[in-house]
């Protein structure tokens, strides 16, 4: 499993854009890490151990939350996804652990090439009764 961690993790580190700070959200105590890329980029053993689609028309969605003082944090995740066109899918996140490390990772589908998606992420930290919201924008595009 921990293998399958770092194979994640790797595909996060190239997927990530050359600035990383704008795929961040900061609120309360908190930093919010985000990405979304193509599924074409995972291992097919980590799309196959976190049940994710990899094909040219899917894409993934990661989330990991981390405390002030570097920890990770757990939380309640949920995202939809909204076309140009307004139409809103829900992304079921799963949560993945490794040992002091949490990530939340979801699949979500490319429907038109070179559409910009917008996320709209909401976020409870564990333990916390206010939620957080943002939204971030991709364009996307199928392999």
């Known amino acids: 499993m921990h293998k ?15 600035a990383g700070a704008d795929n961040a959200e900061r609120f309360d105590g908190h930093t919010v890490y985000y990405n979304a ?6 291992d097919k053993r980590v799309a196959q151990a976190y049940r994710l689609r990899s094909g040219c028309s899917d894409g993934v969605l990661t989330i990991a939350l981390r405390r002030d003082d570097g920890s990770a944090a757990a939380a309640d995740v949920r995202v939809s996804v909204v076309t140009l066109l307004g139409q809103r899918t829900s992304v079921a996140m799963q949560e993945v652990k490794d040992g002091k490390s949490i990530y939340y990772v979801g699949g979500f589908a490319i429907i038109t090439d070179a559409e910009p998606l917008k996320f709209a992420v909401t976020l409870r ?4 009764t206010s939620e957080r919201s943002f939204e971030f924008t991709r364009q996307m595009f199928r392999c």
């Open 4 to 18: 399958l961690i770092m194979l994640l993790a790797t595909a996060l580190l190239l997927a990530t854009s050359p």
């Open 125 to 128: 930290p564990a333990g916390d």
């Open 37 to 42: 890329f193509n599924a074409n980029m995972l």
